[in-house]
Structure formats: structure tokens, C-alpha cells
């Protein structure tokens, strides 16, 4: 999967046939793989723990349908950042090399599949999310509530662990090299079970990244239609001697950018809310997994099916970005969202008044 360890995808050919207790002797330094692993673990950790934090102090503004989504890959991302990176900089400490043990490994790779996979449907259940509601607005306003997007949740999280739990556990009893009688390193053997390994890649990561990316410029030429029928229809209602009135594009516009309304039948009578721009974190969403999470998914399924090609330069040259998603997606979130920039900045501001002057 894309979210790899950077360690691993930096450490050389003669490092990578160090056998366990060769690793141990191995002198730590610090390096680039080790630095990022600790920055991004760091910033992650502060920013989707914070804003998980924050949802929670003020949930009777924060928590509505949409934020559910948001906070859903807020917890992926948390459990992904705790389970991996603290393991990930040891690693980069002893230049990509094992040296934990096999508990340890097994915690990791759990950490990295599970999460992992987790936090990348949940960016495609966002995507999802918008298309419902430029594309079908009364469907998505009548019918799409805060219990709807908890179950929609919970689903994923059962869907996620149901198919890929026992593949790690099947690896770990009966496939997986014990690191203390191989080289020194932390994987999954895939080719034991190739199939099943493809299906949670392409299921649980490459098709949710496909469909992310995908969506976006659906989702905008749909936004785009329904402003221009909206604009169109207000102007003959006027040209009439009318007033204008809420119409289909009305309410996809509405759903745009209102996502956090409650699932209610709009009434004639519309009740001001500040803008929640939606798309627009949709778009920074999109943009920054082409730049982290697809250019490595893209080298790691070659690498399945390629498995005699090194493909040591090709990870590290995109292998770089990969870990910083997690990391970025609380800052989106913040920048993107009104009520949660609002509630953020209101945080700060208590706990840092300015003085009289």
C-alpha cells in the first residue's frame, strides 16, 4: 500500500540482507527517512488529536452528518500515526533495518494495514459524500442524517477489519518470515498469498484512491450546472415579476455548501448558516493524494506484480511525500471548513485574550 514505511523504502541492498542479530550491532544515526517520520508524527498526532479534541468539547456545532465523515478519517489517521510512526523512526534510526522483534513487527504491520486501509476509503467516503449531494440534493437533504453517516462509518471499520484481519493473521501463523531467522525487516509476505493481497490492495486502497481522484471533476462540473440553472432560473422568475424560490439547483448548492445542515426537508424560509465549503476541501484533499498516497500506490502494485525489478529508486523518489498525509489532512480540514476554523480559532483566542488597551 502507498502509506509504506519510509524507512523501509529508503534502506540499501546491503542493509536489507542484514540478518536480525547483525541489525542489532548496527550504529543508530539520524537521516532524512528518521527526521520525517518524526515530524510528521509530531504535527499529526497534535492536529488530528486536537481537532478530535475539538469535535468533541464543542459537538453541538461540530458534530453534524458531514463532520462524521471527517472525524472518521481524523480517528483513521490518529490510530495510523500512534500504531506506525513511533515504530517507523527506531527503524530509521538503524537505517531501515528490523531490529524490534516479532511482536513488535506484528503490531506494525497491523498498524499500517488496518488504519492504513481505513484512512484511505475514508477520504473516498467524503468524495462519495459530495457526489451525493450535488448530483441527487433532495435525496441527499431528506434522507442523509447523522445516523446515516454513523452507520456508513461503522460499516467501513467492519467491512475493513472483516477482510483484512484474517489475511494478517493467516500471514502471521503460517507465511510470515520470523525476522529472527531472516533479513532484518518487517513485511508481509505477499506471495503466499497473492490473490487475497491483491484484492485488499486494489479494494481497500487503490480503487478508493481511483474514486477519489475521480470524483472531483464530477463533483465540480455538477456544481458548476446546478449554479447555472440556479442563476438561470432565478432570472426568469424575476423577469416574471416573482420571487425567486428554492429549486432543485437551489438545494444542490445548498448541499455544496451547507453540508453540516441536519437531514430536514427545506422549508421555503431559508435559515442563514455560514458557508462549509465542502468542494473546496474536497479539491485540497484530492490534490495533495496525487502528490502523497497515489504515485507510491501506483510503484508498490507494479512492484506486485514485478517483483524481480528493484524498485528501490522508484520508491524513493516518491516514497518522500507518502508519509505526510496524515499529517496534512487535520490542516485542510481547518483551512476548509468554516465551523471548524471558527471553532478553532475561538479555542485560541480564550486561551490567549488580548490585552486592554
Not at 490534490?287 to 498516497?293: E, K
Amino acid at each position: 500500500m502507498a502509506n509504506i514505511s519510509l524507512s523501509a523504502a529508503t534502506k540499501n541492498n546491503t542493509t536489507s540482507s542484514f540478518t536480525y542479530e547483525a541489525a542489532r550491532n548496527v550504529s543508530i544515526s539520524w537521516s532524512v527517512a528518521p527526521v520525517i517520520s518524526l515530524v510528521t508524527l509530531t504535527v499529526g498526532v497534535t492536529g488530528n488529536g486536537g481537532l478530535i479534541v475539538l469535535f468533541i468539547h464543542d459537538r453541538a456545532t461540530l458534530i453534524t452528518p458531514f463532520n462524521v465523515y471527517v472525524l472518521n478519517l481524523m480517528v483513521a489517521n490518529l490510530l495510523h500515526l500512534i500504531n506506525v510512526y513511533p515504530l517507523d523512526v527506531i527503524v530509521g534510526l538503524y537505517s531501515g533495518t528490523w531490529v524490534l522483534g516479532r511482536s513488535a513487527c506484528a503490531f506494525f504491520l497491523y498498524g499500517v494495514w488496518l488504519p492504513g486501509c481505513a484512512s484511505s476509503v475514508a477520504h473516498s467516503l467524503i468524495a462519495v459524500n459530495r457526489i451525493w449531494a450535488v448530483i441527487f440534493p433532495h435525496s441527499y437533504r431528506t434522507q442523509h442524517g447523522m445516523r446515516a453517516a454513523v452507520m456508513v462509518c461503522l460499516s467501513m471499520w467492519a467491512i475493513i477489519y472483516s477482510v483484512t484481519l484474517p489475511w494478517l493473521v493467516l500471514d502471521q501463523v503460517l507465511y510470515r518470515i520470523p525476522v529472527e531467522n531472516g533479513p532484518a525487516e518487517c513485511s508481509v509476505n505477499q506471495s503466499a498469498q497473492f490473490a487475497y493481497s491483491m484484492v485488499i490492495e486494489f479494494t481497500l486502497f487503490n480503487f478508493p484512491l481511483i474514486a477519489t481522484v475521480l470524483a472531483l471533476p464530477v463533483i465540480l462540473y455538477a456544481t458548476w450546472r446546478n449554479r447555472r440553472l440556479n442563476a438561470r432560473r432565478v432570472g426568469n422568475t424575476i423577469s416574471r415579476g416573482g420571487h425567486p424560490l428554492r429549486t432543485l439547483a437551489q438545494s444542490a448548492t445548498d448541499a455544496e455548501h451547507e453540508p453540516n445542515s441536519s437531514a430536514v426537508v427545506p422549508s421555503v424560509k431559508r435559515i442563514a448558516r455560514p458557508k462549509s465549503n465542502a468542494t473546496l476541501l474536497l479539491v485540497l484533499l484530492t490534490v495533495s493524494l496525487m502528490v502523497t498516497y497515489v504515485p507510491t500506490s501506483a510503484i508498490y502494485t507494479a512492484a506486485a506484480f514485478l517483483p524481480d525489478y528493484d524498485w528501490t529508486e522508484a520508491y524513493l523518489e516518491t516514497a518522500v511525500t507518502a508519509p505526510f498525509q496524515p499529517a496534512i489532512d487535520p490542516i485542510l480540514f481547518a483551512l476548509a471548513l468554516t465551523n471548524v476554523r471558527t471553532a478553532l480559532v475561538n479555542v485560541l483566542t480564550r486561551s490567549h485574550p488580548r490585552g486592554r488597551t
